[in-house]
C-alpha cells in the first residue's frame, strides 16, 4: 500500500504548481540525478521577436510576406513570430502545399513557386548556399525556386527564473544539467552559458534527442533517476522515455503534456528543485 505522507507529497507538489501524475513519481523525483532540459519554450519563453531582415534582390517586404505564407500551417514558435511581424490577412487559397519538417523547418507551395523556410541544416539539404550565420539571433533563411532569398533574424529571451533553477538543483544535489536543442551550436552555447548548465547538444533532430538520452540512461546508475524537461510536440518520445518526464503546463504542447509524468502549470523551471526537495521530504517520512 502507498504511505498516507505520499498523498502529503503530491498535494504540496499541486500547492506549488506542480502536478505529479502518480506517487511512484515522487521516490524518482527524489533520486535525480541528471536533469536534461529541451532549450526553446522550457529554458527560454519561446517567444520570438523578429528583429531583423536582410535580402538579396528581393524587398523585406517580399521576404516576410513569402516567409508568412510558407509559414502559415506551421505552430511553431517561430513560426508565430513570422506571422505576427507580418501581421496581414493571409490569403490561403495562394497555398497550394505545405509540409512541416522535423527540426529544419518548412517548405510549401506558394503562387506556385517551391518555398523553403528554415534552418542551414535545411539550406544545406537543399544545396542552397547561405552567405551569413550569427550567434545574435536564431536564423530562418529563406529560398524560393532554388534562388536564396535573404534570412530573418528572430530573438527569443530566456526566462526570468531559468538560471535560478540551474542553481537550485545543484544546490539540492542533482549532479549534472544538460541542455538539448534543435537550435544552432552559436545560440544554443551561448544560453547554456549564460545558465551555467554542464553540458549542451545542439542542432538536434528530434530523433538525436532520444538517442542522447537514452545514452544518458545507460550511462548512468540505476539507483539515480534522470528527469527531461519539454514542451514540444517534438519532445514527447523523449518525456516517455526518461525516468521521469516533465512538461510545461501552460503553452506545453498537448502532447507533451499528456506524455510527461509531472506537469509544472506555470512553465517555470524553478519549479523542478521545489518538486525534487518535496519529493525528498516526503520520502524520509515514509521511510
Ligand atoms: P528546439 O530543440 O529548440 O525546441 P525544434 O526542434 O523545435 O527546436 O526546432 C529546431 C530548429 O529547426 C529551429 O531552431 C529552427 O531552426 C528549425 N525549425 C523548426 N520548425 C521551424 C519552422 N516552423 N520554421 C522555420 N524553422 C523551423
Ligand atoms: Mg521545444
Known amino acids: 500500500s502507498i504511505p498516507l505522507s505520499f498523498f502529503g507529497g503530491i498535494g504540496g ?12 513519481y515522487l521516490e524518482i523525483l527524489a533520486n535525480t540525478e541528471i536533469v536534461v532540459f529541451d532549450k ?3 529554458l527560454t519563453k519561446g517567444s520570438f521577436a523578429v528583429t531583423e531582415l536582410r535580402t ?29 511581424a507580418y501581421n496581414k490577412v493571409i490569403d ?42 550569427s550567434d545574435v539571433g536564431t536564423l530562418i533563411y529563406i529560398a524560393v525556386n532554388n534562388k536564396y532569398w535573404g534570412h530573418i533574424v ?19 544535489g542533482v549532479r549534472q544539467t544538460i541542455m538539448l536543442t534543435g537550435d544552432s551550436d552559436a545560440v544554443g552555447q551561448k544560453v547554456a552559458s549564460k545558465l551555467g548548465l554542464d553540458h549542451a547538444y545542439t542542432e538536434l533532430l528530434p530523433a538525436d534527442k532520444v538517442e542522447r ?53 506555470t512553465d517555470e523551471p524553478s519549479k523542478i528543485a521545489t518538486v525534487i526537495k518535496i519529493a525528498r521530504k516526503t520520502l524520509r517520512i515514509a521511510h
Not at 528554415?118 to 552567405?131: D, F, S, V, W, Y
Not at 528572430?154 to 542553481?167: F, H, Q, V
Open 13 to 24: 507538489a499541486s500547492k506549488s504548481g506542480v502536478l505529479v501524475k502518480g506517487s511512484n
Open 40 to 42: 526553446t519554450g522550457t
Open 213 to 265: 538520452v537514452e545514452r544518458l540512461l545507460s550511462g548512468k546508475n540505476d539507483k539515480t533517476s534522470l528527469a527531461f524537461v519539454g514542451d514540444g510536440i517534438n519532445d514527447a518520445p523523449v518525456l516517455a522515455r526518461a525516468d521521469v518526464g516533465i512538461a510545461m503546463g501552460g503553452l506545453g504542447s498537448d502532447a507533451a503534456i499528456e506524455a510527461a509524468d509531472v506537469v509544472l502549470m
Open 92 to 133: 490561403s487559397s495562394r497555398i497550394q502545399d505545405v509540409q512541416e519538417i522535423a527540426g529544419h523547418g518548412v517548405h510549401a507551395i506558394i503562387d506556385g513557386q517551391s518555398v523553403f523556410a528554415g534552418n542551414t541544416k535545411l539550406m544545406e539539404r537543399e544545396g542552397i548556399t547561405i552567405p551569413y550565420t
Open 56 to 84: 538579396e534582390g528581393v524587398s523585406k517586404d517580399q521576404l516576410l510576406e513569402i516567409a508568412a505564407y510558407a509559414e502559415d500551417y506551421s505552430n511553431h514558435p517561430i513560426s508565430q513570430s513570422i506571422k505576427k
Open 154 to 172: 528572430i530573438e527569443d529571451e530566456i526566462k526570468p527564473d531559468a538560471a535560478e533553477a540551474i542553481t537550485s538543483l545543484k544546490s539540492c
